[in-house]
């Protein structure tokens, strides 16, 4: 080690300093980050969409909890309380604000004296497990169209955006409502209970009608990205086009993916509960969003609470989702104006 000495005078005396001249001043260390590190980063600056993600997980959590809860239960969404209806009224639920109670939070059901906050809850299982079905369907048969579309082209291309027009020429409510007796009595073969096929059928025709959309968005990245190096180099070390399908582009389409998924899926559950409300969805006992809230219709003036509990979940469900797609989106694009 090089050293340097030299005399430095205090007063009357000197004193001898030793100078390490290979020491250097230390440097930060400069560290990279990676393009998801960049988007959590970016949403967790927005506070709307954290809000949104906090209560989108709560929902999810309640929907994996609530079939174990039932069994356990702790709640009790088929069991009837005749107790707390009152006859003398109509069959409505003794009490203010539909029968609230430090045991029925949210009050009753009229006429059977079910509690709303285990119906609710539970429903909101049955809800999100038919979104989520249909919403994979669409999602993995829509990626899967579009990457072949995008990649392929000529004939290929043709033919799936001609198939995916056509589908999207078909009124989809019409087609559910039209197409509903037949299929679920075929499904019906197969599975014996009738809400579970007809929980089959929503989710197919759902899935079915709703892949053309993302198709297209899968296929315009696909274009943009399949004349591009990377590309390239794959074809040239001999890469099968399955390769490059899901090694190559796929991993680049997740941002697209992500943000479409987080939006379609609250669209199935507003679908499923209009369903519901058009006589085509799962039928009571068997709760869902969206036969609680047809049958709440029914006492909307007289019990008002008992139609705003199913209402506000809904729109709770919907709004916490779309607002997470939308923070998503802009989180993943790093040229999107914040």
Do not use: C
């Not at 209560?55 to 999810?60: D, K, L, N, Q």
Request: hydrophobic share 50%; charged share 15%; no cysteine.
């Amino acid at each position: 080690m090089s050293e340097i000495h030299r005399d430095v005078e205090f007063g009357a005396g000197t004193t001898d300093e030793t100078f390490d001249l290979e020491q250097e001043p230390e440097t930060k260390k400069i560290e990279g980050r990676t393009p998801w590190q960049l988007a959590r980063a970016r949403l967790r600056r927005d506070r709307l969409s954290m809000i949104a993600l906090t209560v989108a997980t709560i929902v999810v959590v309640m929907a994996i909890l609530a079939p174990i809860l039932d069994l356990l239960g702790v709640l009790k969404p088929n069991d009837f309380n005749p107790e707390l209806i009152d006859p003398a009224l109509g069959g409505y639920p003794r009490g203010a604000f539909g029968g609230m109670s430090w045991t029925h939070p949210l009050g009753v059901e009229p006429g059977t004296g079910r509690d709303t906050l285990s119906r609710v809850v539970l429903g909101l299982t049955f809800s999100l497990i038919v979104a989520i079905s249909a919403t994979l369907i669409a999602v993995v048969v829509g990626t899967v169209l579009g990457l072949i579309s995008g990649f392929l082209g000529h004939w290929a291309d043709w033919s799936i955006s001609r198939l995916a027009d056509m589908v999207l020429a078909f009124p989809v409510t019409l087609m559910l409502l039209a197409l509903s007796g037949m299929f679920i009595d075929i499904i019906g073969k197969v599975v014996p209970n009738d809400n579970v096929a007809t929980g089959i059928y929503i989710v197919f025709v759902l899935g079915f009608f709703g892949w053309p959309t993302f198709a297209r968005i899968i296929r315009g990245q696909v274009l943009s990205m399949r004349e591009r190096e990377f590309i390239e180099a794959a074809r040239s070390l001999g890469a099968s086009n399955r390769r490059i399908y899901f090694k190559e582009l796929l991993p680049n389409l997740w941002a697209p993916i992500l943000v479409y998924g987080t939006l379609v899926l609250p669209a199935y559950v507003s679908a499923e509960a209009a369903l519901s409300f058009l006589g085509v969805g799962i039928k009571p006992p068997t709760p869902t969003l969206g036969n609680i809230l047809a049958n709440s219709v029914n006492y909307a003036s007289s019990v008002p609470i008992f139609f705003l509990v199913p209402g506000l979940a809904i729109a709770t469900v919907v709004l916490s989702f779309n607002l997470l797609g939308d923070g998503l989106r802009d989180a993943l694009d790093p040229k999107a104006d914040r």
